[in-house]
């Protein structure tokens, strides 16, 4: 049973450029979130999917991020034109749903560290 | 709104000594879900623990024990005879807990722990 991988484990990115980060959650896990984690913070919910759907974003997500689960599986988290305060840790965490409607833990991948200069 | 407190920014133990990490929350929610993750300096968040807020039982598993007390709204963790493996920063975080919620993290501050040989 693998865990949640994602890639690039850091990235280097002038400040206006584009980034994509990608997530491979544990295959049988349907829930999927993304959150952020500035140095000397605890990490800050951002977004979250059930299998496919986006079903809520925080208000830390500006317009220049968009996230997407396509078929459910990997997400990917798109920053555009981004600025030095977009430098941070950028973790994916996959959980279970049951049947019942109710959430199990997180588990957490390794993180991406984004660094805009 | 929910919030997570954890007043210790950083404890420096030796080895051996017994350490007792705070946790105090605030939720308008009736039921939620409260946990424990480390944070090794590898980054990766490591899950350690859930407790349902129905259930106020103290756990232990091996040199780990947790104290959920309701009335004073905390989830308290203890690490007995600690070692230098237990060095790592240390979140508590908070979910709401009902039938189809987004099981959302509210992560605290951190604490980190620093066990000297």
């Known amino acids: 049973d693998t865990g949640v991988s994602q890639n690039p484990r850091h990235k280097i990115t002038k400040r206006g450029q584009n980034v994509t980060f990608r997530c491979d959650p544990i295959s049988e896990h349907n829930r999927l979130y993304w959150y952020r984690q500035t140095l000397g913070q605890g990490p800050e919910f951002l977004t979250y999917f059930q299998n496919e759907a986006q079903l809520e974003k925080s208000r830390l997500l500006s317009d220049r991020f968009s996230a997407e689960r396509p078929k459910g599986s990997f997400s990917t988290l798109e920053i555009q034109r981004t600025e030095q305060g977009d430098s941070a840790m950028y973790l994916c965490?996959?959980?279970?749903?049951?049947?019942?409607?109710?959430?199990?833990?997180?588990?957490f991948g390794p993180g991406t560290r984004l660094t805009v200069t | 709104a929910q919030k997570v407190t954890q007043a210790q920014t950083e404890i420096s133990v030796v080895e051996k000594e017994d350490v007792t990490l705070d946790c105090v929350y605030e939720t308008r929610d009736t039921t939620y879900y409260l946990f424990w993750y480390k944070q090794p300096p590898s980054g990766e968040l490591v899950f350690l623990i859930r407790?349902?807020?129905?259930?106020?039982q103290n756990e232990i598993s091996g040199r780990y024990s947790w104290n959920f007390q309701k009335s004073t709204s905390s989830f308290n963790f203890t690490i007995t005879a600690s070692q230098v493996v237990d060095s790592a920063v240390y979140f508590c975080a908070l979910s709401e807990a009902e039938y189809n919620a987004g099981n959302m993290l509210t992560f605290g501050g951190g604490t980190r722990l620093m066990v000297k040989p």
């Open positions: 965490a996959s959980s279970r749903r049951t049947g019942g409607g109710y959430g199990y833990e997180q588990y």
């Open positions: 407790r349902n807020s129905f259930d106020e």
